[in-house]
């Protein structure tokens, strides 16, 4: 018996297939890559923008005919616009079997023992200990949930207030993913470092004593973390980057907008300057740290003048990525009550940043040439740096190693690299 997962949106949602994943294959299903094959299709879904969210529509309307063609067959729809629209899913899609929202992923598995118990008594299943899948990196979800209230942001709506996974718990998954032959582990959550930020479960349970009991767990190469909260990057945080050696130089800060004017309607509790302050401490305390973030262009009420402003953001931190998003009124939040630009300006608007930023990235990512990275190779041969650029190295090499590589040269979004012998001696720089 297979399953098939289709994920939208964001890391979020993947680690979200993952643990679903883990659900199904501890009932005895195994993943497929071809839905023909299976007999439950999985859709996580989406609602941060429209388009996303019409995507999975038009997919799960798609799959009426491949349960016709196989009327036992389970279709499943999960994630935030199963929790934002789960009414009229069940209204338009009747052959949908089961509807689970972003909510409802903690107990995940109940609910699939309840859809499986439905079954004919012949399709009875072995329970079996869940597969490893090979990866050595994985992400651990620590903490569901989001207690602010960005206007243009739908996720608290669907996924409600912090909740934090206790420490051990976390632990014991970390080191179950070590098991599995996982070295490269990113902690996660939707404002992941504003975990137990008041401190009140005792002492070392905040973020930054999280990711040293990460780091310390024997096996674990690698500690990562996404998306942190601006407003969360204490000087704790940043000096447990700095000093617990897994902890990779690498940071994924969402920034939204170079505008105060626009941060504050977006209500995102920090200004220009202060986001500017945390780079400056990043530098400083890892020098050649590498940075990425996610731009919203085209909010409403944004001047060419506010634009400009994160045009110039983008120029002076020089982020080595930059994602870059045209606005999207989402119903229910307060930005949608206020009037958009017209979708020329905004389009107009997407193209321009997103030139630069590939501009600065392509030139951050130069720099790399001719340096000695640290590559930890997955399936495939390929691989990724502390700094979290794929790699591909010449003649591939053996994957779940850490091996040293000379980035030979680069492309849009990949370095290429070939095999060193360290001991020859070359110049290494963060990437
Ligand atoms: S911090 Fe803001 S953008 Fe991020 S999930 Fe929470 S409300 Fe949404």
């Known amino acids: ?76 729809v999960t994630g935030c616009a199963a929790e ?32 499986l118990a439905k079954r004919p008594a012949d399709e009875s299943l072995d329970y079996a200990a869940g597969a490893p899948d090979g990866r050595v990196a994985s992400f651990v979800t620590i903490m569901r949930g989001c207690n602010y209230s960005c206007t243009y942001c739908i996720v608290p709506h669907v996924r409600g207030r912090e909740r934090y996974r206790p420490m051990d718990e976390i632990l014991a998954e970390v080191r179950e993913r070590v098991e599995e ?8 959550g939707q404002t992941v470092n504003s975990y137990h930020r008041d401190g009140r479960a005792g002492r070392n349970t905040d973020f930054a004593g999280l990711l040293a009991s990460v780091g310390a767990v024997d096996g674990v190469e690698r500690v990562r973390f996404i998306s942190p909260h601006p407003f969360y990057m204490t000087d704790g945080v940043i000096d447990a980057m700095a000093t617990v050696p897994e902890v990779c130089e690498c940071l994924h800060l969402p920034v939204q907008s170079g505008s105060d004017a626009v941060l504050h309607a977006m209500r995102r509790n920090y200004t220009r300057d202060g986001y ?23 909010f409403p ?9 994160t045009l110039s953001l983008l120029k002076a931190v020089g982020f080595d990525w930059c994602f870059v998003f045209k606005y999207s009124p989402r119903q229910g939040t307060p930005a949608a009550e ?38 930890l190779v997955e399936e495939g041969g390929a691989g990724r740096t502390r700094g979290n650029y794929k790699v591909r190295v010449a003649g591939g090499a053996p994957a779940g190693r850490t091996v040293p590589v000379r980035v030979t040269n680069t492309d849009r979004a990949t370095l290429e690299a070939e095999p060193v012998d360290v001991t020859a001696g070359a110049l290494s720089a963060a990437g």
């Open 301 to 309: 009420g944004e001047t060419e003048d506010d634009f400009r402003q």
């Open 181 to 188: 032959g996982v070295r490269d582990v990113t902690l996660l």
């Open 1 to 76: 018996m297979k399953y098939f997962v289709r994920t939208y949106g964001c890391q979020m949602n993947v680690a979200d297939s993952d643990e679903m994943s883990r659900h199904l294959r501890a009932r005895g299903f195994s993943a497929t890559d071809d839905p023909d094959d299976a007999s439950i299709f999985l859709v996580n879904t989406c609602t941060v923008r429209q388009h996303a969210e019409d995507r999975a529509f038009s997919e799960i309307g798609r799959l009426r005919r491949w349960k016709a063609a196989r009327p036992d067959r389970k279709v499943v």
């Open 338 to 375: 206020r009037s958009s630009w017209p979708e020329r300006l905004v389009e107009e608007r997407h193209a321009a940043c997103l030139d630069l930023a590939e501009r600065i990235g392509l030139e951050r990512r130069r720099r790399l040439v001719g340096t000695i990275q640290d590559v």
């Open 84 to 115: 934002r629209t789960r009414d009229f899913l069940e209204r338009r899609f009747p052959h949908v079997d089961l509807v689970a929202g972003a909510r409802s992923i903690e107990s995940f598995g109940a609910i699939v023992d309840g859809l």
């Open 276 to 298: 500017l302050e945390i780079v400056g401490k990043l530098r400083q305390a890892m020098p050649g740290i590498v940075l990425s973030t996610d731009v919203i262009v085209g």
